[in-house]
């Protein structure tokens, strides 16, 4: 018998007409011949209302005792489900994580998870009952409850679809699948039929609500696929699972994260080390840290600004004090008042201009950039809060995400086939613990070099000019990151090329540098790139912080970076390029040697 892992969401489990019909829909798919089991989340909007009332309570709630309140919402759904269903005829019994043996780590409010244990589950699913799990949490060794972050139950169930060898874990939600924006924020948004899951990884990290990054991470190590659906009404909804890259479309889709924040540190001592101490004091706190930009350095000082999610400022703050006296850092300051909005798609590797195209629509609609970082698989942009919907609709429309998706909703897909054993990833095998890191290759390029057009006017139009006339000349750009000089209104544009090109970029620098004006061209014309690929390695925080230690220590400085989840890489000298390649190796030896 097939087991099907269906997870419903709190608006689908919000009364009690709606947890009678999920009940009625698990018993169906029992009745065609699937054991099933159900992962809950809270009742409606629970969660939010148990956080609202320890915070008037308390202010700054330790968060063991979060833990503790929160896991509440979840039970409350899991015991109802199994009276919905008892109601309808069938056999179901509810568990908590701690009854399932959902072993995680201890670190409250972010868990990950370490084990799960299937006997239970599967003595329970032999004797034909539904086994409803309540989402979201576990246990830790202490016997401590614990919470996997907030909208943690999809990461439970894509877990739990795991280790039971599930032929499909199926969301179901209040939207009738993944779109290529929100469609809560532009109703111009297409559903699509299917996505990868390297897209939809980013697209989860970089904002989009509606899976939780992390159950992705756990669908792509385990070849999971997932189908997103509405618990409203049938239909095909999305397919998330793996599927060759669709190398004919740069862009599948577009995120806004609106509550972002920026954190800029100027005056800090330029050797190796300083930002390294920097990032490994926030990733201890599981602070996941996204565009990172540091300025090229003058006078034996540099800047430093990336962004984090608002909600995680203060935090921030705090760990910045800390070391701030140790690491002579000037000036500490930050911002709200910015919103992230970017575009992802393995295609726009292969294609020439993407970035172009999405600068000139940002500009055309008459809005500054503050940030730019980029990666394989992304764009990344910081602008005012107040420009971000604008932004993302430009580049929606740019490019061409409001136009119906190819086999849409006249035309669903297939259902996913069971899921092939062999397509398991083997690394798992060797994987202590579920959500551990996976890293699969660690490689250096040593045919880079790197421009920065210094100090260039900061408004409307310029990122989209450079790199007009960049991919014009037909250069191609790998790496491109633009920082906002806080003070003066001006901006440094880097970008890295192959080395073949440097000559006739530099010229034509020259001439751009002309027009806007800028204050100079710098350029490491023997640079290297360090890669580290895998999977989740922006959301584990211990990645960068691994990879800054081991750079500091080896005395090398790094030039650029960007980091997504598939891959985080770095620009350091060339001549460095082997010692990096070594230390970083070895950084990671325990994970690689597996
Ligand atoms: P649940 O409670 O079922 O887990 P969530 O609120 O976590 O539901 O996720 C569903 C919401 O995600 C949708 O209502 C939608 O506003 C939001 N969302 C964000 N990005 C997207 C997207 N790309 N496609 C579909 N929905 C999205
Ligand atoms: N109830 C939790 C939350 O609101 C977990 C979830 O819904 O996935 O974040
Ligand atoms: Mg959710």
């Known amino acids: 018998m097939t087991i099907i892992v269906q997870k419903y969401g709190g608006t689908s489990v919000a009364n009690p007409d709606k947890i009678l019909a999920a009940a009625g829909r698990a018993i169906r798919a029992s009745q065609e011949g699937h054991q099933v089991v159900m992962v809950v989340s809270a009742m409606g909007k629970n969660t939010d209302m148990l956080v609202e009332l320890a915070r008037q309570i308390n202010q700054r709630p330790s968060a063991r005792e979060l833990d503790m309140l929160l896991s509440t919402g979840e039970q409350v759904s899991a015991a109802l489900m199994a009276m919905a269903i008892d109601s309808l005829g069938h056999r179901a019994v509810s568990l908590t994580g701690s009854q399932i043996g959902i072993q995680t780590d201890s670190t409250h409010t972010k868990a990950r998870i370490i084990s799960i244990s299937t006997k239970r589950i599967e003595q329970l699913l032999s004797e034909g009952q539904i086994v409803i799990a309540a989402g979201f949490q576990g246990i830790d060794e202490n016997y401590d409850i614990t919470t996997l972050g907030r909208g943690g139950s999809d990461t439970t169930a894509v877990a739990l679809a795991a280790v039971l060898g599930a032929v499909r874990c199926e969301i179901y939600t209040d939207v009738d699948g993944i779109y290529t924006t929100d469609p809560n924020i ?139 006296g140790t690491l002579q850092i000037k000036k500490v300051s930050h911002s709200t008042d910015v919103s992230k909005v970017s575009v992802v798609g393995s295609g726009m590797a292969y294609q020439p201009g993407v970035a172009k195209k999405m600068f000139r629509s940002i500009s055309d609609a008459d809005i500054n950039v503050l940030m730019i970082t980029t990666s394989q698989i992304k764009i990344s942009v910081l602008v005012r809060r107040s420009d971000a919907p604008r932004a993302l609709e430009a580049v929606h429309q740019t490019f061409e995400l409001d136009t119906p998706v190819e086999n849409g909703s006249s035309n669903p897909v297939e259902p996913p086939p069971p899921r092939a054993e062999e397509e398991r990833a083997d690394v798992v095998d060797r994987l202590r613990g579920m959500e551990d890191l996976v890293i699969d290759d660690i490689s250096l390029d040593t045919d880079q070099s790197r421009i920065t057009l210094e100090r260039v006017p900061d408004q409307p139009g310029i990122a989209a000019l450079v790199f007009e ?126």
């Open 186 to 324: 532009l109703s111009s948004a297409q559903r699509m039929p299917q996505v990868s899951y390297d897209e939809m990884l980013e697209l989860a990290s970089l904002g989009a609500g509606v899976m939780h990054s992390r159950s992705i991470e756990f669908a792509k190590k385990y070849a999971v696929p997932i189908q997103v659906r509405s618990s409203l009404v049938d239909g095909p909804g999305t397919l998330i699972r793996k599927i060759p890259a669709d190398l004919s479309k740069a862009v599948c889709g577009a995120v806004l994260a609106e509550d972002e924040a920026l954190v800029t540190l100027a005056g800090v001592p330029d050797i190796p080390g300083s930002s390294s101490e920097i990032f490994s004091q926030i990733a201890s706190q599981k602070i996941t840290v996204d565009m990172i930009i540091q300025n090229v350095g003058k006078k034996g000082q540099t800047g430093l600004s990336f962004t984090v999610p608002r909600d995680e400022l203060e935090m921030t703050l705090g760990v910045i004090e800390q070391v701030r």
């Open 469 to 594: 006339r960049v991919a014009s000349a037909g250069i191609v750009v790998d790496m491109i990151v633009q920082s906002h000089l806080d003070q003066d209104g001006l901006a440094n544009i880097s970008f890295t090329i192959p080395r073949a090109d440097l000559v006739a970029c530099q010229d034509l620098c020259q001439q751009i540098a002309e027009q806007l004006p800028c204050q100079g061209i710098s350029n490491s014309p023997q640079a290297a790139k360090l890669s580290v690929s895998g999977i989740g390695l922006r959301s584990h925080t211990g990645v960068a912080r691994r990879m800054f230690q081991a750079l500091g220590s080896g005395g090398i400085n790094v030039e650029l970076t960007n980091t997504s989840e598939a891959r985080v890489n770095v620009i350091v000298a060339a001549e460095q390029g082997d010692l990096a390649l070594s230390v970083v190796k070895a950084a990671f030896a325990d994970i690689t040697a597996r």
